[in-house]
């Protein structure tokens, strides 16, 4: 069957082979969506970020249900902070800093209850979870190489924040030779105006480094996809 599909999206409609393309929920994490976690000891509002929830929860349903690829990530770093440079653990003058306590542990860390992802887009078994110590989702992790074991050469993009981790991890992938399209209204960060040009800046130039696209438009390629072949995921 022919999962190639086109999408309309900006700065021009893009073709997605769907066997080929991955499903990318960026640090959808508790410490960055509730209050007492990272994000707000930031001095951020974090109900900025939850108008992501519901559009997210809906693609990521249709993509389960089609059998693509999902890859959460996990912004964070070790109980010794041995993988949190000074640079990084140093910058500005949050509240609290990470691997201090938190509302829901210590902040960022791996294996606390505010570092995991909330319940609304909780990973199943199968699905793959990358923990990463940066911003950028292929930095210090094999994010590549789950990749490249899959076959896949498209991304569409998700998650928090749009200027800061979905625009690094964009622009690792677009670097590495992946099409990534950024899914407007699934991705959201605590200042309306950089998300708003954080899109505009993927778009530029002719699609610089990637593609915008709402979720309706790939949510109803997917609804389709399942409908044709329910028994046949994806990948
Ligand atoms: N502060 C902020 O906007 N973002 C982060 O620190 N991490 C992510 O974007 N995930």
């Known amino acids: 069957?022919?999962?190639?599909?086109?999408?309309?999206?900006?700065?021009?409609?893009i073709d997605l082979d769907l066997a080929h393309t991955a499903l990318v929920i960026i640090d959808m994490q508790r410490d960055f969506l509730l209050p007492g976690g990272f994000g707000e000891t930031l001095g951020n509002d974090v109900g900025q970020l939850q108008r992501v929830v519901e559009p997210l929860t809906g693609l990521l349903a249709a993509a389960r249900e089609a059998g693509m690829l999902v890859v959460h990530t996990r912004e964070g770093h070790l109980p010794d902070l041995s993988d949190c440079p000074p640079?990084?653990?140093?910058?500005?003058?949050?509240?609290?800093?990470?691997?201090?306590?938190?509302?829901?542990?210590?902040?960022?860390?791996?294996?606390?209850?505010?570092?995991?992802?909330?319940?609304?887009?909780?990973?199943?078994?199968?699905?793959v979870v990358i923990d990463k110590p940066g911003k950028g989702a292929f930095h210090a992790t094999d994010l590549g190489a789950v990749l490249a074991t899959r076959g896949i050469t498209q991304l569409l993009i998700t998650g928090v924040t749009t200027e800061v981790c979905v625009h690094t991890t964009t622009r690792e992938a677009n670097d590495r030779g992946y099409e990534c399209v950024v899914v407007s209204d699934c991705v959201g960060s605590y200042f309306p105006e950089f998300h708003r040009v954080g899109l505009e800046m993927v778009v530029a130039q002719g699609g610089i480094f990637g593609w915008t696209a709402p979720s309706d438009a790939l949510i109803a390629v997917l609804t389709e996809q399942a409908a044709t072949s329910p028994s046949a995921p994806i990948s």
């Open 87 to 127: 640079a990084k653990l140093n910058r500005g003058a949050p509240s609290k800093r990470i691997g201090d306590p938190g509302a829901f542990g210590r902040i960022l860390i791996r294996g606390e209850y505010g570092h995991d992802i909330i319940d609304e887009l909780a990973p199943t078994a199968d699905e």
């Open 1 to 13: 069957m022919d999962a190639i599909v086109t999408i309309p999206a900006r700065p021009g409609p």
